[in-house]
């Protein structure tokens, strides 16, 4: 009888010990995956502000400047390839070609901008969904850092096409304002003494 009762003792105890092990264990668990999913939401953020410092990059671009020396280019280009027949100087020629280089350059721009203006908007679109997902554990860890590092990866490359088109919109606008000016005389010498309208053009550029 009192073998039963001490084996019957032994064996709550193990109980026990194995509950406390298994509630132990669990509360390591826990606390690993909290932290974990504290990290990652860290990292989100992280990615969440450089989006930011990115799409600042881009609001840098003036759509409505950027607009304006589009619109003079084009006009300017048009008449030039229609009514420019005469043999240029020199100087002419590479104000020409500059001025020319300049305007396609900030077309592209004009275009590269609203792309990458997408690209931003879509990568904070799934910033914020991979942050509900953490919420709800919808995906392990390991998974969860796989998206994480794709999503580095995808900024790192943002990050080098908006700062390039940020100085490719100041460095060409810059390029095309210099040339201007013997542009416009060319044109003026050959018009009548009259620029083509424009109309709604800065009258700063």
């Known amino acids: 009888m009192i073998n039963i009762k001490n084996s019957l003792l032994k ?8 509950l406390f092990v298994g509630l132990f264990l669990f509360f390591i ?4 995956n909290y932290e974990a999913q504290l990290n990652q939401q860290k990292t989100i953020d992280s990615l969440q502000t450089t989006l930011m410092v990115n799409k600042n990059y881009l609001l840098q671009i003036d759509s409505v400047e950027l607009l304006k020396a589009i619109s003079k280019y084009e006009v300017y280009q048009q008449f030039i390839k229609s009514n420019v027949k005469d043999t240029l100087s020199k100087e002419e020629a590479y104000a020409l070609q500059s001025f020319i280089i300049a305007g396609e350059n900030l ?13 931003t908007n879509l990568l904070s679109n799934q910033l914020n969904k991979l942050q509900i997902d953490i919420k709800n554990n919808i ?4 998974e969860t850092n796989n998206y994480l590092n794709a ?3 995808a900024q790192a490359e943002l990050t080098n096409f908006c700062e390039n088109e940020q100085s490719n919109y100041f460095k ?5 304002k210099t040339n201007l000016y013997l542009i416009e005389q060319l044109i003026l010498a050959r018009n009548n003494n009259l620029l083509p309208n424009i109309s709604n053009i800065n009258p700063h550029l």
């Open 11 to 18: 064996f709550n105890n193990l109980k026990v010990f194995q």
């Open 107 to 119: 077309k592209a721009v004009s275009e590269n901008k609203k792309r990458l203006m997408a690209r």
């Open 151 to 153: 999503e580095k990866a």
């Open 172 to 176: 060409n606008l810059q390029q095309l």
């Open 29 to 32: 668990s826990a606390c690993g």
């Open 139 to 142: 995906n392990n860890a390991a």
